[in-house]
């Protein structure tokens, strides 16, 4: 199963406001965890790419479940450094039509709609979240059907099934538009030693200090914590 991934850096035009130096700094930081966290992926799936550009990331490849679960590590790393990355993964993977190039002349013409729905998909949600397509999450979830819903997954949240400690992750956005993964679930990983609270009590007073345009990034993000926390706890309540 094919995916494809595109993910942007939050409030990079703003730090450029503030200071260019302030900016690169943080570029260089998305740049070098991306690298960082990726890296084994792309050795264990030769035939997945990524691209990063300015303040952007495109990722894709053919295994959405082993990709999610290094996008885990890799939001949970930059948020670690107060990088926001919002970004949404779709089925199917982004592939180009050959054209007549030139050495210092590429042309990147994609065949299929892919990047443009994972872009706009993206764009349709406010702070750090990974956006899962309705059509990639239902195939992720064709074990267990219920969990397409709130409801469904409430009255039967687990299974002895391999793969349902990951899937468990995978909810409805709250307005039943789409689906996202409760990355903040499981925060253990090696290289990012994230505090949860912590952070949450950081992102709750920069909302207090910043723009309704900047605080809703940090607010949503918060609530995503949250989500994430109720779910887990519900999950270990009912195992």
Same mark, same amino acid.
């Given at each position: 199963?094919?995916?494809?991934?595109?993910?942007?850096?939050?409030?990079?035009?703003?730090?450029?406001?503030?200071?260019?130096?302030?900016?690169?700094?943080?570029?260089?930081?998305?740049?070098?965890?991306?690298?960082?966290?990726?890296?084994?992926?792309?050795?264990?799936?030769?035939?997945?790419?990524?691209?990063?550009?300015?303040?952007?990331?495109?990722?894709?490849?053919?295994?959405?479940?082993?990709?999610?679960?290094?996008?885990?590590? &890799? =939001?949970?790393? $930059? #948020?670690?450094?107060?990088?926001?990355?919002?970004?949404?993964?779709? +089925?199917? /993977?982004?592939?180009? @039509?050959?054209?007549?190039?030139?050495?210092?002349?590429?042309?990147?013409?994609?065949?299929?709609?892919?990047?443009?729905?994972?872009?706009?998909?993206?764009?349709?949600?406010?702070?750090?979240?990974?956006?899962?397509?309705?059509?990639?999450?239902?195939?992720?979830?064709?074990?267990?059907?219920?969990?397409?819903?709130?409801?469904?997954?409430?009255?039967?949240?687990?299974?002895?099934?391999?793969?349902?400690?990951?899937?468990?992750?995978?909810?409805?956005?709250?307005?039943?538009?789409?689906?996202?993964? &409760? =990355?903040?679930? $499981? #925060?253990?990983?090696?290289?990012?030693?994230?505090?949860?609270?912590? +952070?949450? /009590?950081?992102?709750? @007073?920069?909302?207090?200090?910043?723009?309704?345009?900047?605080?809703?990034?940090?607010?949503?993000?918060?609530?995503?914590?949250?989500?994430?926390?109720?779910?887990?706890?519900?999950?270990?309540?009912?195992?």
């Amino acid at each position: 199963m094919a995916f494809t991934f595109y993910g942007d850096l939050l409030g990079t035009s703003s730090n450029y406001n503030l200071d260019s130096n302030l900016a690169y700094n943080k570029l260089n930081d998305f740049y070098t965890i991306s690298f960082n966290e990726l890296k084994n992926y792309c050795q264990g799936y030769p035939n997945s790419k990524v691209f990063m550009f300015s303040d952007s990331i495109l990722f894709y490849g053919e295994n959405p479940i082993a990709a999610i679960k290094q996008l885990q590590n &890799l =939001y949970l790393s $930059l #948020l670690s450094k107060n990088l926001l990355l919002r970004g949404a993964i779709v +089925k199917d /993977k982004l592939d180009f @039509e050959p054209r007549f190039e030139l050495e210092n002349f590429e042309k990147r013409l994609p065949i299929n709609n892919t990047l443009a729905k994972a872009v706009s998909l993206a764009s349709l949600y406010k702070g750090s979240r990974l956006i899962i397509e309705t059509v990639l999450a239902k195939e992720l979830l064709a074990e267990f059907p219920q969990w397409m819903t709130q409801e469904g997954f409430i009255s039967s949240p687990n299974s002895e099934f391999i793969n349902s400690g990951f899937l468990s992750r995978i909810a409805p956005t709250p307005e039943n538009r789409n689906y996202e993964y &409760l =990355y903040f679930w $499981l #925060l253990a990983h090696p290289n990012c030693q994230f505090d949860i609270n912590k +952070k949450r /009590k950081e992102f709750d @007073e920069i909302c207090k200090m910043s723009d309704p345009g900047i605080s809703i990034h940090y607010k949503e993000t918060i609530d995503l914590m949250n989500r994430s926390e109720h779910r887990r706890k519900y999950v270990e309540k009912n195992s």
